[in-house]
């Protein structure tokens, strides 16, 4: 397996662990996962603290790298059903333009990062139901397309409201803001069009880990109190994306498909 796909994983298996932890120190759920839902009754308290162990426990697996196709899968599904059955209709009503598009498309996009995991040297099962289940890994990687196209959107259509995100001590922001856009289309357009996957994936990677380093983790300085330590789910999801980029890049290869088909004895069995 190579470094790139390894390095993939761990990260993307933090992130969650990362958003599981957060979880645990919530009156609610996370709006990442289920929207308004901040404050629950007591009597449901455990709703919390269950998410928090199926993230936990999820993102430790993702990370050792054993097993974790079926689950992997599993909770790829999952994130999909939160997407199209409560973030979507949420967003919808709320509005065109409004702050839940942003949970909206990352929740889809942590979707299609799972899908694309559980495709790691994995083989097909020998269960009816799961090989079923497994036709929808492919969708995984423009699942994330979608959150890269629409994320290079809201660059363009709002330049100077994301401009004043870019920390104080970067010059010339409005520059960045676009150069940034202009990434995240271009990444989109790569995998919508099979074109350069794997360069421009990974230079896709290599960019957001310099946004986690330069922009999120200076918010998480400055701020790490800011609505109940959004700052903080920001900087996990950026490193999951980080990590999806990074497995995408690896997996859409030819030489990797080969190497799989080479050593049946490594792949991994749902």
Not at 45 to 63: D, P, R
Not at 189 to 199: A, E, H
Not at 201 to 206: G, I, K, S, T
Request: proline residues 3%.
């Amino acid at each position: 397996m190579s470094i790139y796909l390894t390095t993939g994983r761990i990260f993307f298996g933090l992130g969650i662990m990362g958003i599981g932890i957060l979880q645990l120190f919530s009156t609610g759920v996370r709006s990442i996962i289920i929207p308004e839902l901040k404050n629950i009754p007591s009597d449901l308290s455990f709703i919390v603290y269950f998410i928090a162990a199926l993230l936990i426990s999820t993102g430790l697996i993702i990370i050792i790298g054993k097993k974790f196709n079926f689950v992997s899968l599993f909770m790829g599904i999952l994130f999909l059903a939160l997407f199209l059955f409560g973030h979507l209709p949420w967003s919808l009503s709320a509005g065109s333009f409004n702050n839940y598009w942003v949970n909206t498309n990352k929740i889809l996009a942590l979707s299609g990062g799972f899908l694309a995991i559980s495709t790691i040297n994995a083989r097909k099962s020998q269960h009816k139901i799961m090989r079923l289940l497994a036709q929808i890994s492919p969708l995984g990687i423009y699942l994330y397309a979608i959150m890269l196209y629409n994320f290079a959107v809201g660059h363009f259509n709002n330049l100077e409201g994301i401009s004043n995100i870019v920390p104080k001590y970067i010059p010339f922001p409005e520059f960045w803001t676009f150069l940034g856009g202009v990434t995240l289309m271009g990444s989109a357009i790569s995998i919508f069009s099979s074109f350069k996957v794997r360069t421009i994936m990974l230079l896709l990677a290599l960019n957001l880990f310099i946004w986690l380093l330069l922009l999120h983790l200076y918010y998480n300085i400055l701020y790490p109190q800011w609505q109940d330590n959004e700052n903080f789910i920001g900087s996990l999801t950026c490193l999951c994306f980080c990590g999806t980029a990074l497995v995408i890049s690896q997996t859409t290869s030819k030489k990797n498909k080969t190497y799989i088909q080479q050593s049946p004895d490594d792949v991994q069995q749902f």
